[in-house]
């Protein structure tokens, strides 16, 4: 027993220098994941040699199953982002839905196009158009952010091939095409929860008299927000997106129609896998974005490039920590001691990835340590690793505090205060992330009857 308190002890010495790191002393998340992994190591006994070659497997097992997709998946963002399609998609939704109904449009703008490209793109994108929204539509301004912003980082931290869902489907060792389906379901009930607060938000600053400054948005930023440009189409802009995830979920599911010696099967797995499906629609982006954008496709794929590499660097740092925290056993005594509370398994999946997102700031370190910490619980609960997956992704997203950058790039770019950040974005972020676990418990009362998750 002594033994297992020790390396309680150890992981929450392990996790106070994490977040002492990053919160801090502002060390960048892939130093400070590379620097408590070794001390973890460290304070177990591990021979030195054997952490250094722990940290390799975890680094190398974790880029090795993700690596190439989500180079793929930001490479494809950029040409969505290059060819006008961001503001195409935005614009046409915002065309359908005006008026009161304007934060149905932004909120949809948002969870669409938070799929392939990363949340502050979004962000930098979408905050003049909203601005000018909230004037013409007499919406609130706070009302409208949070309709965006929460409905933005669901599909983000939910959604492949966006990397963090990526990093947890990999740790979890899922089918790629049966986590989208049910994880895409499980962001839009998460959505439905955040509309209904953004409505809340618009009647409050309306009974409190709330105005916001939105002189800037004048007649010049309206013309420009809403002149005609050569952007793509937006059907073109749409199949960018729905070109390597159709090849996904073919590959995952024509096979469970068909015979198992059907030649078809092979073919379906080929262009299923998550690598080819990937890489045929980066092509497609390529090609079908050629009349729309200025930049040729090279100067696209090194911007891309760099924009990817920190991305892996933590992903692979946080896969390093993992592997740490189950090759010293502090992973089986955590989940071990965590049973004993007798929580739901989906209840908790959340509940830790929440606490740590609240606590250090970062979704990505948040969903890759929950993950790879109850990898081997949720491979022997009995519960469907797809909906522990998703109860991860989905703790990820609210009760982001001043820690988090992301904080005050919202507050930045759509120019609210702190309190107004908080009530659009941490509040309404955390009622999003509550309604994917919702959904997710609901479903799974009935997973030894639905298809892919048992």
Not at 83 to 88: L, Q, Y
Not at 251 to 265: K, R, T
Not at 345 to 351: A, D, K, M, N, S
């Amino acid at each position: 027993m002594g033994a297992d308190i020790r390396l309680l002890l150890i992981f929450a010495a392990a996790m106070v220098i994490l977040l002492v790191s990053i919160i801090k002393f502002k060390v960048n998340a892939f130093v400070a994941l590379l620097l408590t992994t070794v001390g973890t190591g460290l304070f177990v006994g591990m021979p030195i040699g054997d952490i250094s070659s722990t940290i390799g497997d975890g680094f190398g097992n974790t880029l090795g199953s993700i690596g190439i997709i989500v180079g793929l998946g930001v490479i494809l963002g950029r040409f969505l982002y290059e060819s006008g399609g961001i503001e195409v998609i935005a614009q046409s939704l915002v065309r359908r839905f005006q008026g009161q109904k304007s934060r149905i449009a932004v909120g949809l703008a948002g969870f669409i196009t938070g799929i392939p490209v990363f949340g502050d793109v979004v962000h930098i994108m979408y905050a003049p158009l909203v601005r000018v929204i909230s004037k013409k539509s007499k919406v609130s301004l706070v009302s409208l952010c949070s309709a965006t912003v929460c409905c933005t980082v669901a599909a983000g931290a939910m959604i492949i091939p966006t990397p963090n869902p990526l990093a947890v489907a990999a740790n979890l060792n899922l089918d790629y095409g049966v986590f989208f389906i049910y994880a895409f379901f499980a962001g839009i009930v998460g959505c439905l929860f955040v509309l209904p607060y953004s409505k809340f938000l618009d009647k409050q600053d309306k009974r409190h008299n709330h105005t916001y400054d939105l002189s800037d948005c004048d007649e010049p930023a309206e013309e420009a927000a809403s002149t005609p440009a050569k952007h793509i189409p937006f059907m073109s802009a749409i199949s960018i997106l729905l070109v390597p995830i159709a090849l996904i979920l073919i590959g995952s599911f024509v096979p469970m129609a068909l015979s198992e010696g059907n030649p078809l099967n092979t073919f379906c797995a080929f262009i299923g896998d998550k690598n080819i499906a990937m890489l045929i629609g980066v092509i497609w982006a390529a090609v079908i974005s050629i009349p729309y954008r200025t930049k040729k496709a090279s100067q696209i794929m090194s911007d891309a490039a760099g924009q990817v590499g920190l991305v892996l660097l933590i992903t692979g740092a946080g896969g390093a920590f993992g592997n740490m925290l189950q090759s010293t056993g502090i992973a089986d005594n955590l989940t071990t001691t965590l049973s004993g509370f007798n929580i739901p398994l989906l209840v908790l999946c959340f509940v830790i990835s929440q606490i740590l997102r609240c606590a250090q700031g970062s979704t990505g370190v948040a969903l890759i340590t929950t993950s790879s910490m109850f990898a081997p619980m949720i491979a022997s609960s009995g519960i469907s690793p797809v909906l522990c997956g998703i109860a991860i992704c989905a703790g990820g997203i609210g009760l982001s505090l001043p820690n988090d950058s992301g904080f005050w790039n919202i507050n930045r770019f759509y120019k609210i205060s702190v309190q107004d950040t908080i009530r659009a974005w941490t509040i309404g972020g955390f009622l999003t992330g509550v309604g994917a676990l919702v959904f997710v418990c609901v479903i799974s009362l009935f997973q030894s009857a639905l298809p892919g998750l048992l």
